[in-house]
């Protein structure tokens, strides 16, 4: 599939439709504003496949009881270096931000936090979480899995059996968007695919695996058939994505799984029970590092030199250029913020449709 020309939204207009379309599904203004913020942020950001993209499921699962709105988050253990939390199923856009801010006001004191997070709804995209403490001027390193939700084959496997369990990394800079290191540990996040099946930008060759071994990048290896479906349904197929980086990539997915799910005591990706999976439960394991407790006067001007080190890497092809994590995202929110958020066609279509059913007309 090709990609679609896009429908460009502005950044405002976006975040303010989605916040009215959680308003009429039944969450409370601050918390629909909250997750109209993120969901967008994950847009500006470059990441369409954890943007507004979201909105159609995530008012499905909030009608059928798998997010819950108006959640706060419990403290079930928690001393002056870590805490363990309960999402308790609330949205991540609440659960998120209330975590993060905990693991900042300990590491502030302590120079270090851990915080486990368990049975959150879908914390969306985890650069948000390591900007936050990036802002806090704190380092911050996220490992995440998505219990209940097997869509990913092992190295050398075929079977789905992770999530696509992100890994995130931030460092503050002074005066600068953070270094910021922010991926899914399957070759493409799910959303991507998601988005691909919205006529969006296809995924590589190979992402995805068919139960019988076979390479694809075709979406319905995932969903099964697309047509006329406004909701993709990861459990409609038979085939899973692939992790990325081999052994090595399939190895941290794991490493995911052990921390974010048996560590901070949320699900697993699997076993699933009766085989298929309903909404995302995120459990999250994080640590929060204060530089100036490390004794690492001038550790953000070494971080700061040693990037423009890195990007002054000579391209390996003509007219290339070496980023460093986070540049990728900084570039695209300045394009974004000024020019609008590109959307594919099929995707503001379902969003509209899903604002219809609420009872909204669509924004002008
Ligand atoms: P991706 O493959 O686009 O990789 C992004 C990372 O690569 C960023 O750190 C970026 O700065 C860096 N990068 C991009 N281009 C680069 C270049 N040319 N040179 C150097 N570095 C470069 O990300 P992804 O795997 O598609 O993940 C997308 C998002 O999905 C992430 O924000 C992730 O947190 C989120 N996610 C969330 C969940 C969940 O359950 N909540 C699950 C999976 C993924």
New binding site residues.
Partial sequence: MDALPATVVAADTLRDFVSRIFVAAGCSAEEARRIGHHLLS?NLAG?D??GVIRVPRYVQWLQEGKVRAGQAPTVVAESATHAVVDGNLGFGQTIGPAVVDLGIAKAREAGLAVVTLRNAG??????DWAERAAEAGLVSIHF?N?GMGEIVAPFGGVDRRF????F?IGVPQPDAPPL?????TSM?????VLVASNGGKPIPPGALIGPDGELSSDPRTLYGPIENTIVRDPGNGEGALRAFGDHKGSGIAFMCEILAGCFAGSPTAGPVPGGKRGG?V?GMLSIYLHPQHFGAAGFAETARSFAEHVRNSRPAAPGGEV???????SRTRAARLRDGVPLQPETWAAIQTTGAKLGLPPPR
């Fill in positions: 994950a990441h496949s954890h879908h914390v969306g995209r985890i650069g995440v998505v999530g696509t369990n992100p995130c910021l290191l922010d991926f899914a493409v996040a799910e959303g991507k995302i995120n980023l460093v994590p986070g540049d990728a995202e």
